[in-house]
């Protein structure tokens, strides 16, 4: 078979990682916090008794924040969590601008 060196190259599909999540969004870590979190929260519930208002948000706050970091964002992050760790790594991370100049000739004009 002549010509056919097509037989080694397979075609994966864009949902293949999808199998390896739990829930089809959700890996083993973001469960772990969405479940310490809404287990914090129910700590504090049945701890006190009778909190005003203010204080009912405030118990419930670690679960809506563990929530909200594993809410899904398909399109080009995993989750928000994911979203918030590369925007802190791009804001952080030491970034060089290399220019050329205007007045430098570099050889052939029609590479630049």
Not at 18 to 25: E, G
Not at 55 to 67: E, R, Y
Request: charged share 10%; with cysteine.
């Amino acid at each position: 078979m002549e010509g056919n060196n097509n037989r080694n190259i397979f075609i994966i599909p864009a949902n293949s990682k999808k199998s390896q999540l739990i829930l089809s969004y959700f890996t083993l870590f973001d469960l772990i916090i969405f479940a310490c979190g809404v287990g914090f929260s129910l700590i504090l519930l049945l701890t006190f008794k009778n909190p005003p208002f203010y204080g009912m948000v405030l118990m419930i706050l670690p679960a809506l924040i563990s929530a909200f970091l594993i809410l899904p964002l398909p399109p080009h992050y995993h989750n928000v969590m994911t979203f918030i760790g590369n925007f802190n790594r791009y804001i952080v991370s030491t970034k060089k601008y290399h220019w050329r100049g205007w007045c430098a000739s570099y050889g052939d004009r029609t590479k630049r």
